[in-house]
């Protein structure tokens, strides 16, 4: 466990440039003198580790070292984030839900920023339960839609024509569900019918 905590404490340095104990402690879910330790470790393992006292503080990467992953394409990373964000039977299976977690954590802060971001915004806009497939164009269609923050109509051309701003897919055991940000409701596959994609962007509802 505590050779898994440095690497992410040195991950988070990287990334996030200075941090405080505390700061660390609350990400981490150990005590600030628990992240004052695993300081002293790295140090002393030859990492470049700056510690700095005083107000406006905290603990630092010098020399610029990085270990990065980098030369993903935008869709490689929407791509990568779904990979980690996915659950999957044999992992739960044989009890390793939480190292799932932990290792799709390190992953994720391995990433440059930029990269880092898409992969977060990945795991944010589409979810699955299961890995149940349900093969309809049309969910890849609002895939785009949700990516691309565009407007979409569902039920074109009925009476019953709808209009929404979708900000998520969701998958559970049976079907897909949209999201729309104007209603906050999700709305089945099944209740799509023919689906227009706009070009006019939305703008999403402030979270707060």
Not at 144 to 158: I, Q
């Amino acid at each position: 466990m505590r050779a898994a905590r440095l690497l992410q404490i040195l991950l988070i340095l990287q990334n996030r440039g200075r941090q405080t104990s505390v700061q660390l402690a609350e990400e981490l879910e150990v005590a600030p003198r628990t992240i004052l330790r695993d300081v002293d470790a790295m140090t002393e393992a030859g990492l470049p580790i700056v510690v700095y006292q005083g107000n406006g503080g905290g603990i630092e990467l010098g020399f610029n070292y990085r270990t990065r992953l980098t030369g993903l394409a935008q869709d490689e990373a929407t791509a990568l984030g779904l990979i980690l964000s996915a659950e999957t039977p044999m992992v739960s299976a044989l009890g390793l839900e939480n190292a799932a977690k932990r290792a799709q954590a390190k992953l994720i802060e391995s990433l440059p920023d930029k990269t880092r971001l898409e992969v977060r915004t990945a795991t944010e806009q589409f979810s699955l339960n299961r890995n149940t497939a349900v093969d309809d164009p049309r969910v890849r269609a609002m895939s785009l839609a949700v990516r691309a923050g565009t407007k979409v109509r569902l039920r074109f051309a009925t009476p019953d024509e709808l209009s929404i701003h979708p900000v998520g897919l969701a998958l559970d055991d049976t079907n897909w569900s949209v999201r729309d940000d104007v209603t906050q409701e999700s709305i089945p596959l099944d209740d799509w019918g023919r689906v227009n994609i706009s070009s006019i962007r939305f703008q999403r509802k402030d979270p707060g």
